[in-house]
């Protein structure tokens, strides 16, 4: 099977993807005969977009939330205004460039285009290389240890190392330098840096109210006191701090936690995924014609027609 299926992954991404194997762990054993490295893009879409869609979503809300906690970071995104004016609008363009890059892979032509309209933007500011690489990092090892606690299964060692290399290469189409060669290695920067760099800012506190706020808009009114208590419980005391947010319920916490790994127990009896989830998420606010209707490179804050309108 890995020959079809690396061929619809790069070459056909209009394709509706294989069909799904027999067996709540056919996903499973279908990794197991992949190589982490040379397979990145295989074994990591169907992590995300078969195995744990739902799990990788929530795990990457907050693990986008932590690069917030970065003075530097949460500054460009307060002069960019995207998180004050088009909430919604960012998160949703966030979404989907991420998944089209890894439903279609990154080297196929809509994974051109979202590459070049996630490039378009960065270009717009002064980055530096640690903190794009930081975010990169986000991207990997939250969700790994998110899966690990809340999933309905252990990751195989397969798929956290694909995530590595999926991602290593997205970083290298990005012009990010110095990526580190291994796991091991970009896992200690990613823990170092947060060591040297989370700290209270206005900034912080500011994209962290707005991030919260719009969390808190996907509920009814009535529930959107519940929903903020909700978002402070499952911050780590050092976001807490450099977001200058009250400390979570412990209570509350536990209570989201138990919730979480109950879901998870459930899932385990659920039938396997039979379509990609990854462009195909019905709760896309932005787009309604979505998944139809829009091109990669209309997404983000600086879309290709303003840009060709300013060149």
């Known amino acids: 099977m890995p020959g079809p299926f690396l061929q619809v992954v790069s070459e056909a991404p209009e394709s509706a993807g294989p069909a799904a194997p027999r067996g709540r762990h056919g996903w499973v054993r279908l990794i197991e005969t992949l190589d982490p490295a040379a397979d990145a893009q295989t074994i990591h879409r169907i992590t995300v977009g078969y195995e744990f869609p739902w799990d990788y979503e929530r795990a990457l809300e907050i693990s986008l939330m932590r690069t917030y906690c970065v003075p ?7 002069r960019s205004g995207e998180f004050e004016h088009r909430p919604q609008k960012r998160y949703d363009d966030t979404a989907l460039l991420m998944a089209e890059l890894l439903e279609h892979g ?8 979202a590459l070049r309209a996630i490039n378009r933007m960065h270009s717009r500011y002064t980055i530096s290389n640690d903190d794009m690489l ?35 290469g997205v970083g290298s189409r990005m012009g990010i330098r110095d990526i580190p060669e291994s796991f091991q290695e970009l896992q200690r920067f990613k823990s170092e840096y947060e060591q040297r760099h989370f700290r209270y800012s206005d900034d912080n506190n500011r994209i962290g109210t707005y991030t919260r706020e719009l969390f808190c808009s996907w509920f009814p009114t009535a529930l959107r006191p519940l929903a903020a208590r909700g978002v402070y419980a499952m911050l780590d005391e050092e976001m807490s ?29 659920w039938p396997v995924r039979r379509s990609s989830r990854l462009t195909h998420d019905p709760h896309n606010h932005t787009y309604p014609g979505y998944p139809d209707g829009y091109r990669p490179g209309d997404l983000g804050s600086c879309p290709r027609h303003l840009h060709r309108a300013g060149a």
């Open 72 to 78: 530097s970071i949460s500054a460009v995104l307060r």
């Open 106 to 113: 990154y080297d196929s032509a809509r994974g051109h285009e």
């Open 134 to 168: 930081y975010v990169l990092s986000t991207f990997i090892y939250d969700p790994l240890d998110w899966i690990d606690r809340f999933g309905w299964r252990r990751l195989h060692p397969k798929e956290r190392l694909a995530a590595f290399h999926y991602y290593r």
């Open 241 to 269: 701090e450099a977001f200058g947010f009250p400390t979570g319920s412990a209570t509350l916490r536990a209570a989201a936690e138990m919730a979480l790994r109950t879901r998870g127990r459930v899932e385990r009896w």
